[in-house]
């Protein structure tokens, strides 16, 4: 099984950057659909952005035009970069493989003043 392991997580004030990765084990790794999630306390997960082995991509509509996804084949890496965070953005932030089943432990982002 691919093991995932997030980067990245921190504290930064609202309007922010931030820049996630997501370190992937074994191989195969282009040929994976992977995605970002996040969980806020006391709600459900959610998708945040979504990409393909092709490389297109797909975001929620909450950071749409915030929210880059991208990965390096090369590297085995995937990445997230979060420009103009929002209190709201705050949640842990998870990698995964979904249709695999594999997830990473996940990474905290807050985002507060």
């Known amino acids: 099984q691919v093991q995932l392991v997030e980067s990245g997580g921190d504290l930064v004030q609202p309007g922010g950057s931030l820049s996630l990765s997501c370190a992937a084990s074994g191989s195969h790794f282009s040929t994976y659909v992977m995605g970002w999630y996040r969980q806020a306390p006391g709600k459900q997960r959610e998708l945040v952005a979504y990409?393909?082995?092709?490389?297109?991509?797909n975001y929620a509509d909450s950071v749409k035009g915030r929210f880059t996804i991208s990965r390096d084949n090369a590297k085995n890496t995937m990445y997230l970069q979060m420009n103009s965070l929002k209190p709201e953005d705050t949640a842990v932030y998870s990698c995964?493989?979904?249709?695999?089943?594999?997830w990473g432990q996940g990474t905290q982002v807050t985002v507060s003043s």
């Open positions: 995964a493989l979904p249709l695999e089943g594999s």
């Open positions: 990409i393909s082995s092709s490389g297109s991509t």
